[in-house]
C-alpha cells in the first residue's frame, strides 16, 4: 500500500521568507514517481514537478527547489522568497507500478502575506 | 493555462436535475480521469478512461454516469444527486495511463446540489 504524508497542514509566512513543504512517502515498490501539484483558490491542480524513484538529483526551478532523499523517503519542496501569489494548496503525490491512481497527501495550505 | 478545459466552472442543481459536466483536451492524450475533491480534502480518483474504453471505476454511484464520446472528450452525467455530492470535479489527461505519465488537470468544475 502506499502513503503520502503531509504533516504540515497550515504555514504562514510573510512575503520574502524562504519556506519548506514537508512531504513522506511510503511504497514498497522500487520504482515510482512523486509529484508535487499547487492548487490555488480557483481550484486548478497545477502540475509542479515530477520525480522518479532512480533520480534523486535536486531540482531547482526559479524560486522553486525540490530535495529528494531516498534514504528517508522524503520529497521536501522548498519556495524561496515567497512571494503573495504563491498561496495556495500544496499536494504531493505518489504513483506507482502500472497503477495510474495517485495517491495524494492531504496538502499544506501556505499563506503569505506582505 | 491549463490545456485540459472544463465546462461549466460552476453547477447549482436540484436533486431532480440532469446534467452534465464536460471536459476537453488537445494535448493528444489518450487517458482521461475524473476526480472529485471535497472542501479541505486531496482528490479522489472517480473514473480512468484509457483510448475511450472505461479502465478504473472507483465504485462510484451510477447516479454518476461517465462517458467519452472521442479521445478528446470526456462527460460526466449527473443524475438524481444528493446534496453530499457537492464538490469540485477536476477532470485530468496524460499521455497514457501508468504511473510514469505526469497527469494534468483542468480547473475543475464547482457543482453544488440543492
Known amino acids: 500500500a502506499q502513503k503520502v504524508t503531509q504533516a504540515q497542514t497550515e504555514i504562514s509566512v510573510v512575503e520574502k521568507e524562504d519556506v519548506t513543504l514537508d512531504c513522506v512517502y511510503e511504497?514498497?515498490?522500487?520504482?515510482?514517481?512523486l509529484f508535487w501539484y499547487k492548487q490555488p483558490p480557483s481550484g486548478e491542480l497545477v502540475f509542479l514537478i515530477r520525480?522518479?524513484?532512480?533520480?534523486?538529483q535536486n531540482e531547482i526551478s526559479g524560486r522553486y527547489s525540490w530535495n529528494f532523499q531516498k534514504s528517508t523517503s522524503s520529497f521536501n519542496f522548498t519556495i524561496t522568497a515567497s512571494q503573495v501569489v504563491d498561496s495556495a494548496v500544496y499536494f504531493c503525490?505518489?504513483?506507482?507500478?502500472?497503477?495510474?491512481?495517485?495517491?495524494f497527501g492531504t496538502g499544506t495550505r501556505l499563506q503569505v502575506t506582505l | 493555462d491549463t490545456e485540459v478545459t472544463q465546462t461549466p466552472k460552476h453547477l447549482v442543481m436540484g436533486m431532480t436535475n440532469k446534467k452534465s459536466l464536460k471536459c476537453e483536451q488537445h494535448?493528444?492524450?489518450?487517458?482521461m480521469y475524473w476526480y472529485k475533491q471535497k472542501a479541505k480534502k486531496p482528490p479522489e480518483l472517480m473514473f480512468v478512461?484509457?483510448?475511450?474504453?472505461?479502465?478504473i471505476n472507483e465504485s462510484v454511484p451510477s447516479r454518476f454516469s461517465p462517458e467519452c464520446p472521442n479521445s478528446s472528450l470526456l462527460n460526466l452525467h449527473l443524475h438524481a444527486l444528493q446534496p453530499e455530492d457537492s464538490a469540485l470535479y477536476l477532470c485530468?489527461?496524460?499521455?497514457?495511463?501508468?504511473?510514469?505519465?505526469?497527469?494534468?488537470f483542468g480547473e475543475g468544475s464547482w457543482l453544488t446540489v440543492v
Open positions: 511504497t514498497r515498490d522500487t520504482t515510482y514517481y
Open positions: 520525480r522518479n524513484s532512480f533520480d534523486e
Open positions: 478512461y484509457s483510448y475511450e474504453k472505461l479502465s
Open positions: 485530468a489527461s496524460s499521455v497514457r495511463t501508468g504511473s510514469g505519465n505526469t497527469i494534468y
Open positions: 503525490a505518489l504513483n506507482t507500478g502500472t497503477a495510474s491512481k495517485l495517491t
Open positions: 494535448m493528444g492524450h489518450r487517458a
